[in-house]
């Protein structure tokens, strides 16, 4: 079996990286969306490898926030891919492999969702509560006694907030996409739009967390973390 | 544009922060750094907000079961050949179903193209080189210091020249594709299993079939590279000896041992310059001059009681050589003045 620069591409998208200098000796993670798709069109299998190492799982843990059916969010995975490799002779410049990858996705895992009935044709989820995301509690546990509760805070943040919201905080925060890249995705109608519904979503969330500034703002102090 | 923020929730909305705090580089460190001393008064938030993008995680992160993951991945690589299968008659071992999964063909495929590339070198050798050189005309491309340049070469391959630099090609290509450069260029060659894509340049020959790779061999430098970015590429030296580099490897041709070395390289080191990114690292201040020289057509002029010691390690991108400069001045003890095309470089302490 291949198993073509795993470690490699984890490494790329840990968002917990430290300090920016590129390590001498992991270079192709630097290789431009540019190049790897230039590199599609060609045929190369090894372009093709490092997209598909890149992007699947991230893609089917997309598709599993949306639905509850795994198989279908795999299944879409490939769809997307094999549609790629069968267009490559007529695929145009883009600028994101990221964005057109999310953008296909989503495209069509609504269409199947649709078709089958799973969801209405004004609808985008058939799971309610997906996008679910936590301020990482591990740190505080090592040096307080409050786990407990603020492991109940952190999981309320995501609990208050509307599922697209959810998912427009995720795509920003975790996929680090654009206002515009989002707007394209989620199907919104121009940029702007993409954007109010996110700072709506980044001010709900900050709003919460200031209930709670005591714990979550002022112990990292008193901790010296920052 | 100044960035005012007034609470967390700002500096939340803000894409450049965001993106600085998940995946850090020299200049967005110099950026926040730089802003955190110009509003010490709003640390607290700056912090804060620090701390939320930074711990914010999400609940799930489901993965394909790894069986399937391969599965899928050995679906995708069939798929490629397939619809290759219309375009070139090649054969692939694996249509015996079975044994061998599509991954292992890979290498294989690859094992074969380093042995017909190995095949090539032996058969078309130099008398036709010589008939080719006679009968039809050569086309020269430069770009002179200060300009790069992106030259189409009549197979449909890329060329993209760095500054002071040239390539010379025949109009039309016969049985190999052969290019003669000075200096560095960055190459995106059509893929043409019939056709070798051969490029002079100094001491080294670099055969490649089709795949994109940077050379770098200036008449006046004493090092030189070749860099793969995707594909195969053959480098053979002038006294002989051969090298097979792969995607992520480079091989330095030293000019005063004549000694070749394949290691692993840092892309935007090597080939940043065709993205506009100057990157440095523990370099001398003599190469730091002479590479901005060419990039913005400028000569430096070192003053007497300048004593140029240590290294200099930064990054730009797309940025004016007044801002590189600038940027120097701040971590070395040398400061600039600008006079034209001259650059003054003077000691800071006087």
Known sequence: MLRLNTQFSDNIDDPNREGGLPIVGNSVSTLTDELLWEGVKMGEDEALAEIYTRFANKLFNYGTQITHDRDLAYDIVQDVFLYMVSKKNQLGEIKSIKNYLYSSYRRKLLRVLKRNRKIKLNEDYERLDGFKMEVEAEFYALTTPLTVDVKKLLHKISNDLPIRQREIISLYFFEQLSYKEIAGIMGFSNLRSARNLLYKAINNMSEVLKKHEDILFLLPILLNMV | ???????????????????????????????????????????????????????????????????????????????????????????????????????RSIAASILLLGMMMVVYSIWFDKPKDVMLSMSIPIINKEAPKGIK??????????????????????????????????????????????????????????????????????????????????????????NGIESHITPEEAVFYNRKTNALSKDFYDYELLVGWKEKILKFQDAKYEEVFEQLSNWYDVTFIIEKDVKLEGDYTGRFEDQSLKNVLMGMEYSAGIKFEIQGHKILVKSKVK
């Open chain 2, 1 to 103: 544009m100044e960035f005012e923020p007034k609470n967390e929730s700002d500096f939340l909305k803000n894409t450049f922060f965001i993106k600085w705090v998940s995946a850090p580089n020299d200049h967005s460190n110099r950026y926040w750094e730089k802003w955190c001393r110009n509003n010490p008064d709003k640390m607290k938030m700056f912090n804060n907000a620090r701390l939320i993008a930074k711990n914010l995680k999400p609940v799930e992160e489901n993965r394909i079961d790894e069986e399937r993951f391969y599965k899928g991945l050995d679906q995708l690589i069939l798929a490629n050949h397939k619809s290759d299968e219309v375009k070139s008659s090649r054969h692939y071992a694996a249509d015996k179903p079975g044994i061998f999964t599509w991954g």
């Open chain 2, 149 to 238: 340049k992106t030259v189409l070469l009549p197979d449909g391959s890329k060329v993209v020249l760095n500054s002071g630099s040239s390539i010379s090609y025949p109009e039309t290509f016969g049985d190999t594709r052969q290019i003669d450069l000075k200096g560095q260029a960055f190459f995106d060659v059509e893929r043409d299993t019939a056709r070798p894509f051969i490029v002079k340049s100094g001491e080294l020959e670099t055969r490649v079939l089709g795949t994109s790779f940077d050379i770098k061999a200036y008449e006046e430098q004493n090092m030189l590279h070749v860099a793969v970015v995707t594909g195969k590429v053959k480098v053979t030296t002038g």
